[in-house]
């Protein structure tokens, strides 16, 4: 994907209805160009829905990706726990790929005062078991662990490129507001090109060509991630964000998940062409 699709995590607020289709139709009406399917509290969809979503993506010209379950922890001290995360990726990969989505993205792990490097040799043998999974029934998404926005979360965008360079199929979800949050600093054009620069020396120059990015506003603490805020309420500085994957040449999907959703996904994609 050579240019930047602006879109909402979720349904847009004015659409006729909280469905998929709707939301959808919705985002080709604003002149958005995708939308992430929220499967955050279960994938409560049949192939047979997919389907139908899928054919409407494509009639409209809107890319999907995919949101999987909250309750995903790779690194779950019960072995029960950490086979039903794996299903939840799995089946969200299922789901996603019927839809026509590119890619799933989802919260990898808490790291329960596990030493982190300990945490990343369970994850990463987690997910390969997934990945191997996936690749047996030929499911062709990528899959994208997300860059998380609190100290406690396995997440951190090294430990992310880390799983890309050492599993096949994985992507990076370079969540911004996200990584603001966690570091209390990457708020700036410099420590923006700085991530992305990162991106490219680990990922080569195709990571960035097809990002999975989330933007929002967010409230943060000691404790990293408090809760998302419409971009102009808070103090993430978006037009730097923009210059910066213009300036790098970001292709892929930006999924807006402000409060405001589309409005603030408009704002995106509106700020960005005025560069």
């Given at each position: 994907?050579?240019?930047?699709?602006?879109?909402?995590?979720?349904?847009?607020?004015?659409?006729?209805?909280?469905?998929?289709?709707?939301?959808?139709?919705?985002?080709?009406?604003?002149?958005?160009?995708?939308?992430?399917?929220?499967?955050?509290?279960?994938?409560?969809?049949?192939?047979?829905?997919?389907?139908?979503?899928?054919?409407?993506?494509?009639?409209?010209?809107?890319?999907?990706?995919?949101?999987?379950?909250?309750?995903?922890?790779?690194?779950?001290?019960?072995?029960?726990?950490?086979?039903?995360?794996?299903?939840?990726?799995?089946q969200t990969a299922r789901i996603?790929?019927?839809?026509?989505?590119?890619?799933?993205?989802?919260?990898?792990?808490?790291?329960?005062?596990?030493?982190?490097?300990?945490?990343?040799?369970?994850?990463?043998k987690n997910l390969a078991e997934?990945?191997?999974?996936?690749?047996?029934?030929?499911?062709?998404?990528?899959?994208?662990?997300?860059?998380?926005?609190?100290?406690?979360?396995?997440?951190?965008?090294?430990?992310?490129?880390?799983?890309?360079?050492?599993?096949?199929?994985?992507?990076?979800?370079?969540?911004?507001?996200?990584?603001?949050?966690?570091?209390?600093?990457?708020?700036?054009?410099?420590?923006?090109?700085?991530?992305?620069?990162?991106?490219?020396?680990?990922?080569?120059?195709?990571?960035?060509?097809?990002?999975?990015?989330?933007?929002?506003?967010?409230?943060?603490?000691?404790?990293?991630?408090?809760?998302?805020?419409?971009?102009?309420?808070?103090?993430?500085?978006?037009?730097?964000?923009?210059?910066?994957?213009?300036?790098?040449?970001?292709?892929?999907?930006?999924?807006?998940?402000?409060?405001?959703?589309?409005?603030?996904?408009?704002?995106?994609?509106?700020?960005?062409?005025?560069?």
């Amino acid at each position: 994907m050579d240019k930047l699709l602006f879109g909402t995590g979720g349904t847009p607020h004015s659409a006729r209805t909280a469905s998929t289709i709707d939301g959808i139709k919705r985002i080709a009406e604003l002149g958005l160009g995708c939308l992430e399917i929220e499967f955050v509290y279960g994938v409560r969809m049949g192939e047979a829905g997919a389907r139908l979503v899928a054919e409407t993506a494509q009639s409209q010209g809107v890319k999907l990706s995919a949101h999987g379950p909250y309750y995903i922890n790779l690194n779950a001290r019960e072995p029960e726990k950490v086979a039903a995360s794996q299903e939840r990726i799995i089946q969200t990969a299922r789901i996603g790929a019927a839809c026509g989505a590119e890619s799933i993205v989802f919260h990898a792990a808490y790291y329960l005062g596990d030493p982190p490097e300990q945490t990343y040799q369970t994850v990463r043998k987690n997910l390969a078991e997934v990945i191997n999974h996936l690749k047996k029934e030929s499911n062709p998404v990528q899959v994208r662990p997300e860059v998380m926005g609190k100290p406690s979360q396995f997440g951190t965008i090294e430990e992310v490129i880390k799983l890309c360079n050492e599993l096949e199929g994985v992507g990076i979800c370079m969540d911004f507001a996200h990584w603001h949050a966690r570091s209390g600093a990457s708020n700036s054009y410099p420590e923006f090109a700085s991530i992305l620069e990162q991106i490219k020396g680990g990922l080569g120059a195709k990571a960035i060509e097809n990002m999975h990015i989330h933007v929002s506003g967010i409230a943060y603490g000691q404790k990293g991630e408090r809760k998302h805020l419409d971009l102009k309420e808070s103090d993430l500085q978006y037009i730097e964000l923009l210059r910066a994957l213009k300036d790098y040449g970001a292709g892929g999907l930006v999924i807006c998940e402000s409060p405001s959703l589309e409005g603030d996904a408009l704002l995106l994609q509106e700020t960005y062409n005025s560069l």
